[in-house]
């Protein structure tokens, strides 16, 4: 017979942080620029290998970036790199609307990857 391990009651403080943890993940997820950033940066006259070369970018930048955030996270207090980060995307996303152009959809990408990274380094190490 296997005894399965019994559950730690939840207390108030893990209950609050459970709420403040799916709260941040919503806002983090809730972006209104995710349907139409594409067509955004279609509208402003970029090519299709402008927009591959953005998403390339992006993906660069958060794969380059997850490593050292988690190292970020030791030395740096956990929460301000979870503020941080989506000040950085947010700077990213003000960006692209401000001054839409090729270089500051880069540089908004690269923003983004690195909010990413920070918040996703931040939050494993916190949790």
Not at 66 to 76: R, T
């Amino acid at each position: 017979m296997t005894l399965s391990p019994e559950r730690a009651p939840a207390t108030a403080g893990t209950r609050r942080l459970t709420r403040t943890l799916y709260a941040s993940a919503f806002c983090d997820e809730f972006v209104l620029l995710y349907p139409v950033y594409a067509l955004l940066f279609s509208d402003t006259g970029l090519s299709v290998w402008q927009i591959s070369s953005l998403f390339a970018l992006w993906s660069l930048t958060g794969v380059l970036l997850e490593v050292p955030s988690g190292a970020w996270a030791d030395a740096v207090s956990r929460r301000l790199l979870l503020v941080l980060g989506p000040l950085l995307t947010a700077a990213g996303f003000a960006l692209w609307v401000l001054v839409p152009s090729y270089g500051a959809f880069a540089l908004g990408f690269v923003l983004w990857g690195a909010g990413g990274a920070l918040g996703s380094g931040a939050l494993e190490a916190l949790v």
